[in-house]
Nanobody, 124 residues
Framework: QVTLVESGGGLVQAGGSLRLSCAAS????????MGWFRQAPGKEREFVST????????YYADSVKGRFTISRDNTKNTVYLQMNNLKAEDAAVYYC?????????????????WGQGTQVTVSS
């Protein structure tokens, strides 16, 4: 049973940066595709980014492309999301999730394990 714990959220001014971390316990992430999703109040959970099991392939939602970077360190069983030039519309609870290696990783139903989320608030 994989447990995921996100950290690094907080309050930041528009244009600022945050780095989210997602640490796993109870199992290895090295054979799994990992993803980040977010959910704002009153909205559905949406895809942000995904990274392949070895870090060789990444994919981003158009809304964050060029501003966010996903990465992973399998030796630390941790996945990261570097968020730069944050905008008010980026404010949400951010979730990391783990999926089997061979899925595309852009849909919530592809992921079997989820963290509890970390809040990102952007002030304008």
């Amino acid at each position: 049973q994989v447990t995921l714990v996100e950290s690094g959220g907080g309050l930041v001014q528009a244009g600022g940066s945050l780095r989210l971390s997602c640490a796993a316990s109870g199992g290895t992430l090295s054979t799994r595709r990992m993803g980040w999703f977010r959910q704002a109040p009153g909205k559905e959970r949406e895809f942000v980014s995904t990274i392949s099991w070895n870090g060789g392939s990444t994919y981003y939602a158009d809304s964050v492309k060029g501003r966010f970077t996903i990465s992973r360190d399998n030796t630390k069983n941790t996945v990261y999301l570097q968020m730069n030039n944050l905008k008010a519309e980026d404010a949400a609870v951010y979730y990391c999730a783990a999926a089997p290696a061979l899925v595309a990783g852009r849909r919530t139903n592809e992921y079997g394990y989820w963290g509890q989320g970390t809040q990102v608030t952007v002030s304008s």
